[in-house]
């Protein structure tokens, strides 16, 4: 479906070709069900790759995606820094990546906002994770895939790589190709 493969290809590049754990993208309009069915279709089609595709929360106009790999989102979240700060926000972090994402689930569909500690998961540093979080988004250094307040030469350099990750999947669904047929080439 030529629209999931345009969001998929903005939104998620850098995970569907393997430099980024995770990416969250909200699916809405009026052709919902058919992008959740799709997005569905899509993550049989690209397990045998290590890319995952999961449902967050669903209301009547809007769905969010999580666009992951397994393989490098657990490791990530069982770094010290990571686990500590999951366990602080009530993740149950001694079970498992599947029960850290069922727990942010909750947490989405529970919270009147929304949990910055999700940051964490989309793999943005701890320390930027913290900032955000104690200054309500503001006093960044830079602003890009997310807000920046500490090691900006090396966000800037993560940047470009996402850039060109997302200049290389919009290339390809351009051409025609599907974000399936581009990943598993890549892969």
Known sequence: MEQ??????????PTLLGFKPSSLIRLSGEGLP???????????????????????????????????????LGPLLRRPTQRRMLKQAGYPVDRG???MLRH?????A???SFPHEVGLFLGYPPGDVA??????????????YWKVYSGVPKARRLFRLYDRCRDYLCHGVAEGASIPELVLSAS
């Open 110 to 112: 529970a919270s009147p």
């Open 104 to 108: 942010m689930q909750h947490r989405i």
């Open 34 to 72: 058919q992008l959740i069915e799709a997005a569905g279709a899509y993550g049989r089609r690209l397990e045998g790759s290590g890319i995952r595709m999961d449902i967050l929360c669903r209301c009547s106009h809007s769905a969010l995606l999580l666009v992951y790999s397994p393989s490098l």
């Open 131 to 144: 900032a955000f979080q104690r200054q309500g988004g503001k006093g960044c250094k830079l602003c890009g």
């Open 97 to 99: 990546l599947g029960a």
């Open 4 to 13: 999931l493969d345009q969001l998929l290809a903005w939104h998620s590049a």
